[in-house]
């Protein structure tokens, strides 16, 4: 089992920056493949970015790629979203989920956290 906790939404003006963060629990953390979704209202969950256990390997959304950095610490058992030049449209709840083998779909993700808020204001 893995409990996953988000942190660091928040209300950002467009153009800004955050970070969220995911602790997770366990001792297996270095196990999974760790993954950023996000949810609109009215929007289904969507893929954002997702980091290989080792952490040797990322992957983005195109909507995301080149704003938003992935990293994990597994040392810390946590892991990050940088995100930069923020836009209204990022404006979503943001869910940390880990997976034991793939990261593209959102089926492969055993372990979801509760999610944390960013609002993107214009």
């Known amino acids: 089992q893995v409990q996953l906790v988000e942190s660091g939404g928040g209300l950002v003006q467009a153009g800004g920056s955050l970070r969220v963060s995911c602790a997770a629990s366990?001792?297996?953390?270095?196990?999974?493949?760790m993954g950023w979704f996000r949810q609109a209202p009215g929007e289904e969950r969507e893929f954002v970015a997702a980091?290989?256990?080792?952490?040797?390997?990322?992957y983005y959304a195109d909507s995301v790629k080149g704003r938003f950095t992935i990293s994990r610490d597994n040392a810390r058992n946590t892991v990050y979203m940088q995100m930069n030049s923020l836009k209204p449209e990022d404006t979503a709840v943001y869910y940390c989920?880990?997976?034991?083998?793939?990261?593209?779909?959102?089926?492969?993700?055993?372990?979801w956290g509760q999610g944390t808020q960013v609002t993107v204001s214009s």
């Open positions: 989920a880990a997976s034991p083998r793939g990261w593209s779909r959102s089926t492969e993700y055993l372990y």
């Open positions: 980091i290989t256990r080792s952490g040797d390997n990322t």
């Open positions: 366990g001792r297996t953390f270095s196990s999974y493949t």
